[in-house]
């Protein structure tokens, strides 16, 4: 069986500088995945129709507050990193996001299109 490496749990100005590294260890091979989840103090109930193990995100009430958050989780390979950010942040978290993605879209490849006959023109 493989190890499952634990999710690291780091404050928001890390995680955006460790997502910058990661981008740019996935130039050569690789591929980054960033998730976001909304976030609440509560505990999910199980159903009792569900076959999931999962009971439910569970986040610790000093690190939100009690106020509504969302959590960013990223991975590369087998290195995971996430964050919390709260409501009141989240407006600055995603522009600095934004412009962290539009500094490392630069090795993106366009997609080939297949090139189509012209209709030729009927004259009569």
């Known amino acids: 069986k493989e190890k499952k490496t634990q999710m690291v749990r780091i404050d928001k100005v890390q995680f955006l500088f460790e997502l910058t590294k990661m981008y740019e260890n996935s130039r050569d091979s690789g591929s980054v995945v960033v998730t976001m989840k909304k976030l609440s103090s509560a505990t999910k109930t199980k159903s ?16 939100t507050s009690g106020v509504p958050a969302c959590l960013f989780r990223a991975t ?49």
């Open 48 to 63: 009792k129709y569900s076959r999931s193990k999962n009971k439910g995100m569970v986040c610790p009430q000093d690190e």
């Open 76 to 124: 590369l390979g087998s290195k995971k990193i996430s964050t919390v950010v709260v409501k009141d942040d989240v407006e600055l978290f995603i522009e600095e996001y934004s412009t962290l993605l539009r500094a490392n879209m630069d090795n993106l490849k366009k997609k080939e299109r297949k090139k189509r006959p012209k209709k030729q023109a009927v004259e009569e």
